[in-house]
């Protein structure tokens, strides 16, 4: 069972920097593609950047293309998402997802979602 853990949330100013970490835990071979995604209040959540082949491939949102990054830590069994130059509209709760690589009878993907964690972006 894989099991995911954001931490790194808060409250940052405009123009300003925080690095959100995920720990996978878990069987974790099984894990076809790690993402991260956002769900601001009263909106859909939506996929902000989607890693796969161990990172040798990797999408991102226009909305934050430039501004934030993803990367692993294998010997962590982590994945980051460094995000920079925030702005209001980047307020929301930020989840980490791993996409299993497989889709289920009924028609979903399987993948994991864990609990997520508040980025606050104001002055």
Do not use: H
């Amino acid at each position: 069972q894989v099991r995911l853990v954001e931490s790194g949330g808060g409250l940052v100013q405009p123009g300003g920097s925080l690095r959100l970490s995920c720990v996978v835990s878990g069987s974790t071979s099984g894990i076809y593609a790690m993402g991260w995604y956002r769900q601001g209040s009263g909106k859909e959540r939506r996929e902000l950047v989607a890693s796969t082949d161990g990172g040798l491939s990797t999408t991102y949102a226009d909305s934050v293309k430039g501004r934030f990054a993803i990367s692993r830590d294998n010997n962590k069994n982590a994945v980051y998402l460094q995000m920079n130059d925030l702005k209001p509209e980047d307020t929301a709760i930020y989840y980490c997802n791993a996409d299993l690589g497989r889709w289920l009878p009924d028609g979903r993907r399987d993948e994991r979602w864990g609990q997520g964690t508040q980025v606050t972006v104001s002055s």
